[in-house]
């Protein structure tokens, strides 16, 4: 019997002491209070709530991802900071983990956990990580800069043939085997607390084309093509632009299977790229704008690609047809919705020579490596489909005398062309080839008429010097508009 009465208060005490402990954690849960004896990484926690553990553990991870990294780049030190890698606290789960220690499980477990807080305690590792992924992309920003890339060969013009500038190899960071080697070295090998040092590993880039590609460009052009432009004060403006957009052009190497825009070399459209305000066609009229003239331009460099045999990419015609090229031999040029592009379609670099001649005609020649047989020579033909005579709109002014007529603007014809380009071997044609259809549209011949009644006190000498005077001003203005018509 005694033995039996010691048992059951054995069972009695152990009881008594689980129900306190159930009490006591039922109390911590309502306050989220982390029991004592707990601890994350180097962060006694006993006592606090998630967020001021959290809080406290944000200080832990800050220090963490503050190291300072130093990579050697291609002889270059380049410094950053595992967080600005993306190193950062994985498992914030840990917390959670924290303040439910000896608080859930069966009584058994609790029991258990608690006599472990109040002899051993209990502590729980902060777990950083890196996604190797975000590390490429982090590592590829902070480098990009320190590489240096392969250059190819390229060709400068002298007057008497191409001076060839050697290719240059380069030097380019192997992100994938630098990732590994940082990604080990933290998560295996760092201590934790000392900054860190690392050399990136680096490979050769070899050019893709070198001096024996350029070697194969000859001193006579592919083709070349020359317009002829008014020379004057009148035309000063419109000729600065043709000036500048040769000199942007010009010296321009495209490599084999590139594309080249004219819009994208030009561009932008400002005065301190050297573009000046001149007439270019705008809604069936002829306005001032930057870069006016600039379709004579990339129209001289389209007959000289066609003559080249360079393949052409994207070409438009202009809204109404211009006088410096045949209809339908035009390549205009608008915004970001017309643009000349051509493609190498050789085995060898092609130079793009523009000449710009201040006596009034500017030439493009296209050099490269011909591969066309001895003998072989095309030619372009421009051939008008439909043609759609100008007709005169008349405008009437209230403000002006009967009689009084004047000349707004100028009329376009308007056109349908064709585009034929004719091949021949050894002075025989042996092909004739559509090569496309162009409509210009017609632009009416605007007149102003007076509608203004003369007074009846006006004297008849007074009104023969009104009508002399209004003749004469029609006669000098209808001038003026054609010589704005010639300049574009």
Not at 118 to 130: A, D, L
Not at 171 to 197: G, R, S
């Amino acid at each position: 019997m005694k033995g039996i009465k010691k048992v059951v208060l054995l069972i009695a005490c152990v009881i008594l002491t689980m129900g306190t402990v159930c009490v006591w954690a039922a109390s911590e849960d309502a306050e989220e209070k982390i029991k004592n004896g707990v601890s994350i990484d180097s962060v006694d926690v006993s006592g606090m709530t998630a967020s001021e553990a959290t809080k406290a553990l944000k200080t832990v991870v800050s220090d963490k991802t503050a190291t300072t990294v130093t990579l050697d780049v291609n002889g270059k030190s380049v410094q950053t900071t595992l967080g600005d890698l993306g190193y950062k606290w994985g498992n914030k789960t840990v917390v959670d983990e924290a303040v439910n220690t000896g608080k859930i499980g069966n009584i058994i477990k609790r029991y258990k956990d608690g006599l472990d807080l109040q002899h051993n305690g209990m502590k729980f590792n902060i777990e950083m990580s890196f996604n190797k992924d975000t590390l490429k992309k982090k590592l590829q920003t902070i480098c990009a800069d320190y590489e240096i890339k392969a250059k190819n060969a390229s060709l400068e013009a002298t007057g008497h043939g191409f001076k060839i500038i050697k290719e240059k190899e380069g030097v380019t960071v192997d992100y994938d085997k630098t990732v590994e080697q940082l990604y080990t070295y933290v998560t295996e090998k760092w201590n934790k607390k000392a900054n860190i040092k690392l050399t990136a590993t680096t490979t050769v880039s070899k050019p893709k084309y070198t001096t024996e590609d350029c070697e194969k460009v000859s001193n006579e052009p592919m083709g070349s093509y020359t317009t002829e432009f008014s020379v004057g004060s009148s035309y000063a403006n419109r000729n600065l632009n043709i000036q500048n957009g040769a000199k942007l052009i010009n010296g321009a190497v495209v490599y084999p299977g590139e594309q080249y825009s004219c819009n994208e070399n030009l561009y932008p459209w400002t005065e301190d790229n050297g573009w000046h305000p001149a007439g270019t066609y705008v809604d069936g009229g002829v306005q001032d704008s930057l870069g006016g003239g600039i379709c004579q331009v990339s129209s001289t460099l389209y007959n000289a690609l066609l003559r080249a045999e360079i393949k052409v990419v994207k070409r438009f015609p202009h809204s109404m047809a211009v006088g410096y090229v045949p209809l339908s031999a035009d390549a205009a040029l608008a915004g970001d919705y017309k643009d000349l592009v051509f493609e190498n379609d050789t085995d060898a670099p092609i130079y793009v020579q523009g000449i710009y001649n201040s006596g009034g005609s500017i030439t493009f020649n296209i050099y490269g490596h011909d591969t066309r047989k001895a003998g072989h020579s095309v030619k372009y033909e421009s051939k008008t489909v439909k043609t759609t005579p100008v007709k005169t709109q008349t405008k009437k002014d209230s403000s002006k005398p009967v009689g009084y007529s004047e000349v707004e603007s100028s009329g376009h014809v308007g056109y349908v062309a064709e585009l034929w380009k004719i091949t021949y071997e050894n002075g025989k044609q042996v092909s004739k080839e559509l090569i496309h259809t162009s409509t210009y549209a017609m632009s009416p011949t605007i007149v102003v008429k007076g509608t203004k009644k003369a007074s009846t006190t006006t004297k008849k000498d007074d009104s023969d010097k009104d009508h002399k005077k209004s003749s004469e001003e029609t006669t000098k203005k209808s001038t003026s508009s054609k010589k704005s018509k010639k300049s574009e």
